[in-house]
């Protein structure tokens, strides 16, 4: 059963407490992207320890491999993986835009090409209900077509046309409402007035909740934030705002000053595993030369059992030699400071300082250290 209740508010901030059937969710939350059914370098306990609530699973790749009735079969995605909190999947749509020389756009859907042996395949709205009632997420997403940037308007008005009728039938193909939560997707480019008729119509099919798609793709930050200002007095107040694919710790502290409550990303993952690593005083390049009789923790404040019991210069040393627990301890920290750094968002909320609790973070957090 989903449930979604604002517990406090600062400014257009919100802290907000969703329940699902594997648990309950405090936002502002970061979902730790595990596109092929798991984050990479992580293993669900040490996921736990990161105290992430929710994961991210990816249709598209899950659907290619290893096949979503083998993991209907085994009991659906929690059980497969180990994974017993909550979990959401994506529709598919931006994956398939990606794939813009192996796929055809129709009204029905999408005829696709394997990216990885060619076969073909088709996604339709109902299709992509399908899978991901299969995977068995909490949280699942209507499916959409994500324009590429740069497009023109006329190419996102058309874009956007498909993605309503889309999820007109997806909402219609979906009976599965006692365990599952479905979002509308909200797209329409960079074109405020394309937006507010994306949302509009989806607030008319009553989903319960809303993804703003189509942010992530190349964009400028000033168009981003344009974008989720604008739509946040036009979605509803009652229901939980997603924004898809973003970002950087100040994309997301921003974002939260704009009304999200979740988001997903796999940049401190990627960017942990080539020895970018995020910390609550900026950006450490640990490969660098400063580092290397550096005995220190990554962050000395850190409760991560990176910064527990390894040195500056023993991760640079494993990460520089392409160790794979060099990669593994990076992640660790840096998906630490991501949940940290929510739970700080969501006191500065409940508290009612989240203004002066931005300014603060975005003099520090990117800057490289």
Not at 69 to 92: C, N, Q, V, Y
Not at 98 to 125: C, E, M
Not at 271 to 281: D, E, L, V, W
Not at 291 to 304: A, N, Q, T, V
């Amino acid at each position: 059963m989903f449930t979604f209740k604002i517990d406090s508010t600062s400014g257009k901030a919100r802290a907000a407490t969703i329940t699902t059937d594997h648990g309950v969710i405090m936002t502002p939350v970061f979902m730790p992207v595990g596109t092929l059914g798991t984050v990479k370098a992580m293993s669900p306990h040490e996921l736990e320890e990161s105290h992430a609530q929710i994961i991210l699973g990816n249709t598209y790749h899950l659907y290619l491999r290893p096949g979503h009735e083998l993991i209907r079969d085994a009991g659906g995605l929690h059980k497969f993986i180990a994974w017993e909190r909550p979990m959401l999947t994506d529709s598919g749509g931006f994956q398939v835009m990606s794939l813009s020389d192996l796929r055809k756009i129709t009204a029905d859907g999408v005829h696709f090409r394997s990216h990885i042996d060619g076969s073909s395949h088709f996604f339709s709205p109902e299709k992509v209900i399908e899978i991901q009632t299969a995977l068995g997420a909490d949280i699942i997403m209507s499916f959409d077509e994500c324009p590429a940037l740069p497009s023109t308007r006329e190419y996102v008005e058309k874009s956007l046309k498909l993605t309503l009728k889309w999820a007109e039938r997806g909402k219609k193909a979906f009976t599965n409402e006692k365990h599952q939560a479905l979002f509308g997707i909200v797209q329409g480019g960079i074109y405020e007035d394309l937006r507010e008729k994306s949302a509009l119509a989806l607030m008319d099919l009553d989903f319960v909740g809303y993804s703003i798609g189509g942010l992530s793709v190349g964009e400028s930050k000033k168009d981003m934030f344009r974008i989720t200002n604008f739509l946040h007095d036009i979605l509803p107040q009652d229901k939980p705002r997603y924004l898809m694919g973003v970002g950087t710790p100040t994309d997301l502290l921003n974002n939260i000053a704009r009304g999200v409550d979740m988001f997903d990303c796999v940049m401190p993952t990627r960017n942990a595993r080539k020895g970018s690593i995020f910390t609550r005083h900026g950006k450490m390049i640990i490969k660098a030369a400063r580092y290397k009789e550096d005995f220190s923790p990554i962050d000395p404040e850190c409760g991560c059992y990176a910064c527990q019991h390894f040195s500056r210069a023993y991760i640079r040393h494993l990460i520089t030699m392409n160790e794979i627990l060099g990669m593994r301890l990076a992640t660790i920290h840096s998906l630490y400071f991501y949940q940290e750094l929510m739970q700080m968002a969501r006191a500065a909320i409940l508290e009612d300082r989240y203004e002066d609790f931005l300014q603060q973070q975005l003099k520090v957090l990117d800057r490289v250290i």
